[in-house]
């Protein structure tokens, strides 16, 4: 008998050009029967670098894009999240102490305009204890004959160090590469160890996750009006506005990525994140959503889910575009 897990996927408004592709591309990727499949809506309003993605969406096509999947039978419930003060409160208490909590009650996204909270919020929200996240934009290849997410369980039934595990970043070179830019450490029992925590696709134990608390708070330097600007311009802004404050060390004022707070916490701790080492899956991230990529999109998913893919994106995690255009160009 499989392990309860729930799968939760976040979206918002710069998901609309594509979710009604790529979440059932995910769901049927998986191949697991999930105790729930949820969609959870930010509600918020776009901030930072996502004001100026590619064509967003408005809320009622995000919010129509939910029920169509809904209605398709790839989603059990839609969930809109709860920003209530009182539960912002308790949650962030939960995962950062209440000192840091305290700090943190007006800050819901990171400096990029990412969510932070309401990633949390799904966690608490789940009905098991393992839960699946994936990030709307995800695209996965799993072979008929393996399942990630078992082995995944299993992994880290016997390895309690293991606090959250995903499938291998990219699809296998034949020489063993990957071009990751982090230090991992490959583990005998079946997968890689990193000390980074990856919020894109990542299958946790709620109970194991948990124990990482108190995540430290980390502010983002240079936030405050630097943050406000199109995200062009906020470098430079960035460096003037340091000297304008005559200081060195981080402003508050804008919060730095979770991944960013939740990794300086496993760097220092017994807790490992681990990527498997079975080629039989492995994920893509879409870096960028441009019309060149919401064309392509239906014929690279059909690719993946085949295991197709060309020798250029081997061993990379991000998508390599420019690869499978002229992949997709090739006779047949």
Not at 36 to 50: K, Q
Request: aromatic fraction near 10%; glycine fraction near 4%; hydrophobic fraction near 40%.
């Amino acid at each position: 008998m499989k392990a309860p897990v729930s799968m939760w996927i976040l979206a918002a408004k710069t998901d609309v050009p594509y979710m009604l592709r790529t979440i059932p591309h995910l769901v049927k990727a998986c191949n697991y029967p999930f105790v729930e499949r949820v969609l959870a809506i930010d509600t918020a309003n776009l901030t930072g670098s996502m004001r100026v993605r590619y064509n967003p969406g408005s809320q009622e096509e995000l919010e129509s894009a939910c029920k169509t999947l809904v209605d398709q039978g790839f989603i059990d419930k839609i969930v809109k999240i709860d920003y209530e003060p009182e539960q912002i409160n308790r949650i962030y208490q939960k995962y950062f102490g209440n000192q840091q909590a305290q700090q943190m009650l007006n800050h819901t996204h990171n400096w990029k305009g990412s969510t932070i909270y309401g990633s949390l919020y799904c966690i608490e929200a789940s009905a098991t204890d393992y839960y699946l996240h994936f990030d709307a934009d995800m695209l996965l290849h799993q072979d008929p004959d393996y399942n990630w997410i078992t082995n995944a369980i299993d992994l880290m039934v016997s390895t309690p160090s293991i606090v959250t595990a995903r499938p291998l970043c990219g699809p296998p070179h034949p020489e063993g590469k990957a071009f990751q830019p982090r230090q991992f450490v490959k583990d005998p029992k079946g997968f890689s160890a990193q000390k980074f925590f990856s919020m894109r696709a990542y299958l946790i134990n709620r109970q194991t996750f948990s124990l990482l608390s108190p995540i430290p708070l980390i502010w983002k330097s240079p936030p405050l009006l630097s943050r406000k600007l199109p995200q062009p311009l906020q470098p430079l802004s960035a460096k003037i506005e340091r000297r304008l404050r005559r200081t060195s060390g981080s402003i508050q004022g804008a919060l730095a990525s979770f991944e960013v707070m939740a990794s300086e916490k496993l760097q220092n701790s017994s807790f490992v994140r681990a990527d498997l080492s079975s080629t039989k899956a492995w994920t893509i991230h879409p870096r960028k959503h441009d019309p060149e990529f919401i064309q392509a999109l239906p014929n690279l998913i059909k690719l993946i889910e085949e295991g197709e893919y060309p020798l250029a994106q081997a061993g990379h995690y991000d998508l390599q575009l420019e690869a499978w255009l002229e992949l997709l160009k090739s006779p047949v």
